[in-house]
């Protein structure tokens, strides 16, 4: 089955209006949002504000700013709406390291899986 770029774009619209806050995960969140950084006073989910774009099969979203704690390995990038519900998150192509604590700027970028 293949779906035309345009909607994939409509589907990644649909799923942006889902959610708008993005988190950051040291293992695979599965389907509950598990493995998101805790524990460090400096981290916080951040809202992203969502856009269309060029038809891509995608939107983008805003900046966001994290703190990092020390020693942290980020392997995905995911998204909770403003009651907390965990919706989607997706594995970086390469888990980023920090050795000391640091801040963090992410643009997320929704895509739809389907094509």
């Not at 770029?5 to 708008?20: L, P, V």
Request: aromatic share 12%; glycine share 12%; charged share 15%.
């Amino acid at each position: 089955m293949s779906f035309s770029t345009q909607f994939r774009e409509d589907i990644a619209t649909y799923a942006s209006t889902r959610g708008d806050r993005i988190a950051l995960f040291i293992d695979d969140p599965g389907t509950t949002g598990a493995n998101e950084i805790t524990g460090y006073a400096g981290y916080s989910r951040q809202t992203t504000a969502w856009a269309a774009g060029v038809v891509d099969g995608g939107v983008t979203g805003s900046e966001c700013t994290f703190e990092v704690p020390p020693d942290a390995t980020v392997s995905h990038v995911g998204c909770f709406n403003s009651a907390g519900v965990f919706q989607w998150a997706y594995p970086l192509a390469n888990p980023l390291t920090f050795p000391g604590a640091m801040t963090v700027k992410i643009t997320p970028k929704l895509k739809s899986p389907l094509g």
